[in-house]
């Protein structure tokens, strides 16, 4: 199914996007950067109109998910230099003030929001296009997309939360490797290294979205924020507070309406029909 024809039911969404698509079905919201031509490199404009979206997405309360892609050969290829001209002798750029202006805010954000994130990076991801695609709980890539921690080249390090993911998810000796050298890696070495969840067929792209839409639109919603909370929070606890988180967690999920649907399903030998609830 085309974006067009995804139904657009709410006021907030006829918010004019600039330099991002938008659109929101069954609970589950759909952004594309939108600049083609540039690799979908992040602007000013592009950072309002992510605030925006994810603002209004924050405020639903049925919301069941976000899928992230970019339009184009592209995903992003992060800071939109354009906006960086080459400064006259003498000048100095405080390159902190649009980190926190524009990336914190959007990571963050991407981070708070209880719904699961899932990018499917559709082609190069670069320097903080990477960055984006990692604050999202779970990514697929085409097999032609390359990961480029390009910040090295151009002389300044992984940011945008580079730093705090690319470990995490890949190990020491890798994240540095990446960093340094800024070489680009391939899709399917960034699946064996664990830095994504799936390379899939550049062709399968559309329909394993659409698929990830129905599991999200009708999946047990509450279960899938409560693991993306514990999963997050799990870097930080020890042993004994995550055991506590858990138990927290999973006691409010047994008092909820997919719980009871998803064990009586399971007596009745059928499909649970989740409600969200
Ligand atoms: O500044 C701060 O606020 C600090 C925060 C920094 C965050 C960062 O993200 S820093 C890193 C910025 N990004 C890069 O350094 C990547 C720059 N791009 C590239 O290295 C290459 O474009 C790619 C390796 C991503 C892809 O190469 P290729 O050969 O497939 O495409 P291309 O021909 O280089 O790019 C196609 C067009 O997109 C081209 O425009 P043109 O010549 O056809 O008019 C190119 O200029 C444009 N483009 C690509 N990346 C950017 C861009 N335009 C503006 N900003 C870009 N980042």
Redesign the pocket.
């Given at each position: 199914m085309s974006v067009s024809t995804w139904l657009r039911k709410d006021s907030d969404m006829d918010h004019h996007y600039r330099h991002i698509r938008f659109s929101y079905r069954e609970g589950v919201g759909r952004i594309e950067l939108a600049r083609p031509?540039?690799?979908n490199?992040l602007t000013e404009i592009m950072h309002e109109d992510l605030r925006t979206v994810l603002d209004f997405l924050a405020s639903k309360e049925e919301l069941r998910g976000l899928l992230i892609t970019g339009t184009g050969r592209?995903f992003c290829?992060?800071?939109?230099?354009?906006e960086?001209p080459a400064l006259p002798e003498g000048q100095v750029r405080d390159?902190s003030v649009?980190?926190k202006q524009n990336?914190e805010p959007l990571i963050l954000r991407l981070k708070a929001l209880p719904a699961p994130v899932i990018c499917f990076v559709n082609g190069?991801a670069?320097?903080?296009?990477v960055s984006l695609a990692l604050a999202c709980d779970l990514v697929y890539a085409v097999r032609s997309a390359r990961f480029?921690q390009?910040?090295t080249?151009?002389g300044?390090l992984p940011?945008?939360g580079a730093t705090h993911a690319l470990p995490r998810l890949v190990g020491a000796q890798r994240a540095m490797g990446a960093a340094l050298f800024a070489e680009p890696i391939s899709a399917e070495t960034a699946e064996r290294w664990g830095l994504i969840w799936r390379c899939l067929p550049d062709e399968e792209l559309e329909a394993t979205m659409e698929a990830v839409h129905t599991r999200l639109a009708h999946g047990p919603t509450r279960a899938y924020a409560a693991t993306k909370q514990a999963l997050q929070a799990a870097t930080g606890n020890t042993l004994t507070e995550q055991l506590d988180l858990e138990a927290a967690l999973q006691k409010s999920l047994g008092l909820s309406a997919d719980y009871r649907e998803g064990v009586r399903a399971f007596a009745e030998k059928r499909q649970p029909r989740f409600s969200g609830s």
């Open positions: 031509d540039h690799l490199s592209g290829a992060g800071q939109d230099l354009s960086r390159l649009g980190l990336y190069v670069a320097g903080a296009g480029i390009a910040f080249r151009i300044l940011d945008a």
